[in-house]
């Protein structure tokens, strides 16, 4: 069946440090490909997303490509800040229709000033 | 802003007793997810409807949780007996439908059970 897997965390950084966590999908067909970022005492909520092959998502300084011949989609952003310590979660959803979303487990990530 | 909301936010009981969570989705959202979140076990999909049509909910303790959708802007989800290992955060999620596939998260239910 389809799944994901990022790398576990704790990721421990300090303020203005270059981010990379990865993630790695099995899935048949082309899926859609999230991620997700919580924050403390929050719910989920969407931080990228990309749709076909080669896509980049990007949002906040944040960004993501979509690699087919890798099934990969690794989160980057050049320089953390403090405020982005928090849970990113990577994710995909079978573009079948059905809207389910297979979620990876989470890595935390803590950012020091 | 259109936001998922769940009551109660938090919830303290004691072993034994039903415990009813309450979501409400996006307006004209027609896909309803239930998650279950732990230390342990990560994000857990629980149930989901469509329409509010149950489409699986295979990853629900049967015997004691029980997932409905009365209405188009009501979710339940109810458990009962609770038991202390039913300590969690519980999420709802909703989902606009039309290829749309992005979730979009309630801010939880934090559950204990004593």
């Known amino acids: 069946g389809d799944s994901v897997t990022q790398m576990e965390g704790p990721v421990t950084l300090s303020e203005e440090a270059f981010l990379t966590i990865n993630c790695t999908y099995t899935a048949t067909g082309y899926p859609s490909l999230f991620w997700y970022v919580q924050y403390p005492g929050e719910g989920l909520q969407l931080l990228l997303k990309?749709?076909?092959?080669?896509d980049k998502g990007s949002n906040k300084g944040f960004e993501a490509t979509y690699r087919k011949e890798t099934t990969s989609f690794h989160l980057e952003k050049g320089s953390v800040q403090v405020s982005d310590s928090a849970v990113y979660f990577c994710a995909l959803s079978p573009n079948t229709g059905g809207f389910k979303t297979i979620f990876g487990a989470g890595t935390r990530l803590f950012v020091k000033a | 802003d259109a936001r998922v909301t769940q009551t109660p936010r938090h919830k303290v009981t004691e072993m034994g007793q039903e415990v009813t969570m309450r979501c409400q989705p996006i307006l004209g959202h027609n896909t309803v997810f239930w998650y279950r979140q732990t230390m342990m076990q990560g994000l857990e999909l629980l149930a989901y409807?469509?329409?509010?049509?149950?489409?699986?909910d295979s990853g629900m303790p049967k015997d004691r949780f029980s997932a409905e959708m009365p209405d188009a802007t009501l979710a339940t989800l109810k458990i009962q007996p609770s038991e202390p290992r039913d300590s969690a955060v519980y999420f709802c999620?909703?989902?606009?439908?039309?290829?749309?596939?992005?979730?979009?998260f309630g801010p939880g239910t934090r559950l204990t059970v004593l």
């Open positions: 999620a909703s989902v606009p439908g039309q290829g749309y596939n992005e979730q979009f």
């Open positions: 990309a749709t076909k092959a080669d």
């Open positions: 409807f469509r329409n509010r049509a149950p489409l699986d």
